[in-house]
């Protein structure tokens, strides 16, 4: 597999949050580690492009983050 870029990355954990997801089904449709999940979650979360949801226990791409995932199509 070839290295993929930051931005890369960050478009795939937004996708894979597009409709809801946990931290492991976010690590695991991005292929990502737990330490990269949290490296890139606190950069997402400071641009508000992610959120979690507290009563559903799930990470959910803001509208910020899908307007950068449609920028990225």
């Known amino acids: 597999m ?3 870029t930051d931005k ?3 478009t795939e954990i937004l996708a894979a949050a597009s409709a809801g ?8 449709r991005a292929f990502i580690t737990h330490n990269q999940f949290y490296s890139y979650l606190a950069s997402l979360m ?4 992610i959120r979690y ?3 559903q226990h799930f990470y959910k791409t803001s509208e910020i983050g ?3 995932l449609g920028a990225q199509a």
């Open 8 to 10: 890369e990355i960050r």
């Open 46 to 49: 400071e641009a508000d492009m």
């Open 66 to 68: 899908r307007e950068y």
């Open 53 to 55: 949801e507290k009563a």
């Open 2 to 4: 070839r290295k993929r």
């Open 21 to 28: 997801a946990t931290k492991t089904e976010i690590m695991f």
